[in-house]
């Protein structure tokens, strides 16, 4: 699978480049971007590989967008555009989409609706990403992989619950275990697949369905960097949902009601729990393939994630903070040294296990790094897996570790 390609049916720049044209003769209006004809060609060559012509055609088309324009299908343009046009100076956020799918997040709202929109969204990543995946068995029947593959696609799906339990009836019930689903042989698992997958898609809003397939603009023809691309988007919606219980549970505390802040770290525990599941999916990636894909993606690194950083600091002191209020762990000290121990005793135990789904997360992206790529250096000017390592042993509160000061000497 490593060196297999994408469908080429739009390497030619042709088809793109008539429709935007036409668009620029038609008022250029946002509601008519011909997003799909673009996509075609970016999907087929690889964002690294399109035709400069059609690059340059996007970016005069990004550099003539009015900035102050509101209507959300203008705001989804202008952060989708720079996607298109950052072969010299991409970085993590373009290469990902992941700042296009926060703004579909926050369009519908705030509070509650956003999270409930963030959990739709990873069920329709998923969904679009076992589709894909689904569609590739098709091809290529024979090859064994490729079933671990769908399978572990489909078990993620079919457990959506763990991962994103407010995205109330986007999947339906489905009987499949574990178990079946691992004894699942290949028409049965292509039937499967299709069925939860479209069943999925057909009930999510057609905003959300258009967003989560603008987000796909790999930068190779690699059909592995397709899975690669939706599971950093799946990840970034699990870290950005921790990161908010983590705000709600250190406004609760500071306003006196532990148990409520307990209930946002345990929300923030079967969410990292969960994400034993992606790993799975990681897992299928071919060392060669991976190779490939990281000689483009230089620059790229997820230790830039915004959501990443924002779960760390909103949880214990950090020497450069992107919010302006306290951590968990300082109104926690700061309510230990008034009520006693006693006082915070459940509220301990929730933060222990967040604390330990977050290191064994850490460690577990380390044993998958280490085995895809071995101890070469990170795209992002770290020391890859190396670095990795070190990371996955600093706690999330270090306050709960007195006795581990061990771990300060291994990041140092």
Known sequence: MGGVRRPGRHRSPVKALNHLHRWWRGGASAASFPYRPVLG??????RNHADPGLVATLR????????????????VLRQWLPSTVD?????????????????????????????????????????????????ALAEEPDLLRQQVRVKACLRALARADELAPRARG???????GDNAIRDLGRDDLLARGAELS?????????????????????????????????????????????ARCLERATAA?????????????????????ATSMLYRILTSMPPDAFAIIRAYTHGRSAVQSRSFRLVEQYSAPAAESEFPGPSLQEVYEARLAAGGPASLSYLTETMRGLDSAWRLMKRTHWGITLKVIGRVPGTGGTAGA??????AARPLFPVLHPRQDDWRDRIA
């Open 198 to 242: 479209r069943a999925v898609r057909s009930a999510a809003s057609p905003a959300m369905r258009d967003a989560v397939e603008f987000a796909m603009l790999p930068t190779t023809w690699l059909h592995d960097e397709v899975m690669f691309i939706r599971s950093i988007q799946s990840f970034e919606v699990v870290y950005r949902q921790v």
């Open 386 to 391: 190396a670095y990795l390592e070190q990371a």
């Open 41 to 46: 060609h970016f999907q087929a060559v690889g």
């Open 170 to 176: 986007l999947v339906p019930a489905n009987p499949l």
């Open 253 to 273: 505390l500071d306003a006196g009601r532990p148990a409520a802040a307990s209930d946002e770290l345990r929300d923030a525990t079967r969410r990292i729990t």
């Open 87 to 135: 072969q010299e100076d991409g970085d993590y956020d373009t290469y990902a989409g992941v700042s296009l799918l926060n703004l579909l997040a926050d369009s519908y709202g705030s509070g509650e609706v956003v999270d409930d929109t963030l959990d739709a969204l990873q069920v329709v990543i998923l969904a679009d990403l076992l589709r894909y995946e689904t569609s």
């Open 60 to 75: 005069a088309a990004r550099d003539v967008l009015p900035a102050g324009h509101d209507d959300v299908r203008a705001l």
